[in-house]
């Protein structure tokens, strides 16, 4: 049954005419015309009696005019319980992210979500490895890669760089890098083994700008980050 015919033959049948239906709807009296009539050949039953004084339902149009109502009263109160949701949200929600990024970026900004929604109980879950929100492991996850979840809504919440780092001691006696050459001579110390990596292609450091598939080497392997700024 088409949808868009339905919802004019409920606003006719209150209207119980054409002509209050067209000011209502914004169509022609003839548009509306056509579209009843087509729903009664689709139905294969006549919905509408003319009289002088307007339109009178039969019994078949009684029959569907009750139905039709009581499908569109329920979706306007749907709207509008959705649209008091959104005036003040309440409720649990739980957030998944890295640790790593847990603790040092969310953590400390949570407290403004806070005060602008204090009906949500907030449940923060640090991991390292991918919760299943299918599941109801979590609402919401913050990652720093694409989820192996393809059936996901997602959105871009933040960017953010990779960068490398040496201790003073370490520069002061092998020297800074200049060139992507310069890393050649460098040591490096990269995320290992035995723990799920917190964002994507966290050894990069060791192919980037070496030629002929080839990588620099890496003297030490810690897989945690804290491991790795310590």
Same mark, same amino acid.
């Not at 649990?92 to 640790?99: C, E, I, S």
């Not at 960068?163 to 200049?178: T, V």
């Given at each position: 049954m088409d949808w868009d015919k339905l919802k004019i033959f409920h606003t006719v049948a209150e209207a119980s005419s054409f002509t209050k239906a067209s000011t209502i709807l914004n169509l022609s009296q003839s548009a509306i015309s056509r579209q009843i009539q087509a729903l009664e050949s689709d139905l294969k039953v006549q919905l509408f009696e003319r009289h002088a004084r307007g339109l009178v339902l039969t019994e078949n149009g009684e029959y569907l005019y009750k139905s039709a109502h009581e499908i569109i009263s329920k979706l306007k109160d749907v709207e509008s319980n959705l649209s008091g949701h959104k005036d003040k949200l309440n409720g649990?929600? @739980?957030? @998944? @992210?890295?640790?790593s990024f847990g603790t040092t970026w969310l953590t400390p900004r949570i407290k403004e979500f806070m005060d602008l929604h204090p009906d949500i109980e907030i449940e923060l879950i640090f991991d390292d490895k991918e919760l299943d929100l299918s599941t109801r492991e979590a609402d919401v996850a913050i990652r720093m890669r694409r989820p192996k979840q393809l059936n996901l809504i997602q959105k871009k919440f933040v960017d953010f760089n990779y960068?490398?780092?040496?201790?003073?001691?370490?520069?002061?006696?092998?020297?800074?890098?200049?060139t992507l050459k310069d890393l050649d001579k460098h040591k490096f110390i990269t995320y290992g083994k035995g723990a799920p990596s917190p964002v994507y292609n966290p050894d990069w450091v060791l192919k980037h700008g070496v030629k002929d598939g080839k990588k620099r080497k890496s003297i030490m392997k810690v897989n945690s980050v804290y491991g790795l700024l310590l």
């Open positions: 649990k929600l @739980t957030v @998944t @992210t890295v640790v960068h490398i780092y040496g201790s003073n001691d370490y520069l002061q006696k092998n020297g800074y890098p200049k």
